[in-house]
């Protein structure tokens, strides 16, 4: 039997396998008791979005910094952290076909409040026909408010939807919901007032306005109509993060550890975080992570098991083979569904080693 590679409490990290991702617990808590202090100072609800690290612990961690409930993408997510105790849970998502519905109906019965979105008449029609007034669901209209992804497309498209919600047997009107783009707050208050206007003027009472993201974190106070805020990268943080300016290098709690396994040439390393360790997103930048001690050098390709990386900007001292390096990703949430586990740290040395329990929860 091949002995456990994961790194016991009170490992070095100086002394663990490499590529492996670890999350400095200073910085961890920080980034929760900032997130919720500064939503705490609005009067609004803080929903954080368990996509981002898939963890119970930590989502815990949140919930008792003062989150009123967490947020999941995905069906089979959302029971991952039902069994783990979470009874308040938004899944902001179409679901549509009879497997997921019916294990939506199994997780309505087992989660104290569940609530879904739906933003066509499509999904509506499925999920009326699944849920029953005796134990019903609870179902928010998305809106498009310049996320150019899912979600209706006017105030008045919100309006017919919330109609058909709130009047199908079985389903209950929960409120709006909305992914904006980055500075885009002006917009999605437009849309949330005009929609509000309507409802109120039907008599349709409107408990819940979410939005989300981690960009415009701080600026959520622009949107008034908001209730409740939703954002998971913030735990974290990441090299995206730091360019839109919610974060600072300091306040990136993921690193993936990486080991220098060949020098070829002095301009170029090569290191055993590939595709398979270190996510391929770009996000917009034209390299693949931040080398944090060497800031010029740019990790230009990535095969499944190397990672090459550009020195020739890189002046005075270069990595050397065997030398471990610590990299912020372009994008933490990726990274973490990538490895079974998560190593956690205080001062270089291992605090505690956690299983991804949502890991691979897609459907």
């Not at 994961?6 to 910085?27: F, H, N, Y």
């Not at 019916?102 to 879904?116: E, F, H």
């Not at 933490?332 to 040395?349: A, I, K, L």
Request: hydrophobic share 45%; with cysteine.
């Amino acid at each position: 039997m091949v002995a456990d590679i994961w790194p016991q409490p009170g490992t070095p990290l100086s002394q663990v396998m490499t590529p492996l991702p670890v999350i400095d617990e200073r910085r961890l808590a920080a980034n929760i008791a900032r997130g919720q202090g500064f939503l705490d100072g609005l009067g609004r609800a803080f929903r954080p979005h368990i996509k981002t690290h898939k963890l119970p612990e930590v989502a815990r961690m949140q919930i008792e910094a003062g989150a009123c409930g967490i947020n999941c993408q995905k069906v089979t997510e959302a029971e991952v952290f039902a069994e783990a105790g979470f009874d308040d849970v938004l899944i902001t998502y179409n679901i549509l076909g009879p497997a997921r519905l019916a294990r939506l109906k199994a997780l309505n019965s087992q989660v104290a409040k569940l609530s879904v979105t739906a933003d066509s008449a499509l999904v509506v029609e499925g999920l009326g026909a699944t849920f029953a007034p005796d134990a019903p669901l609870t179902v928010l209209v998305e809106c498009d408010t310049g996320g150019a992804r899912c979600g209706v497309q006017s105030p008045e498209a919100a309006f017919a939807l919330a109609q058909q919600i709130a009047g199908a047997a079985g389903l209950r009107f929960g409120g709006l919901m909305t992914y904006p783009g980055p500075g885009g707050a002006a917009q999605v208050e437009a849309f949330m007032a005009a929609t509000l206007a309507k409802l109120a003027e039907a008599g349709i009472d409107c408990p819940v306005v979410t939005v989300g993201g981690t960009p415009d974190f701080f600026k959520a106070g622009e949107i008034p109509s908001a209730t409740e805020h939703r954002a998971g990268t913030y735990v974290y943080n990441d090299r995206a993060m730091v360019r839109a300016g919610h974060a600072t290098l300091e306040d990136c709690a993921m690193h993936v550890l990486a080991t220098v396994v060949s020098r070829p040439t002095p301009d170029r390393a090569v290191l055993d975080t590939g595709s398979k360790a270190l996510t391929s997103d770009l996000l917009g930048f034209d390299d693949f992570g931040l080398i944090e001690a060497y800031p010029a050098a740019r990790i230009t390709g990535l095969s499944e098991e190397h990672g090459v990386v550009d020195l020739s900007a890189v002046e005075g001292r270069r990595p050397e083979v065997g030398e471990q390096v610590r990299i912020i990703p372009n994008h933490t949430c990726v990274v973490t569904n990538m490895y079974d586990r998560m190593v956690f740290h205080d001062g270089e040395v291992v605090t505690r080693v956690l299983e991804v329990a949502a890991r691979g929860t897609v459907w």
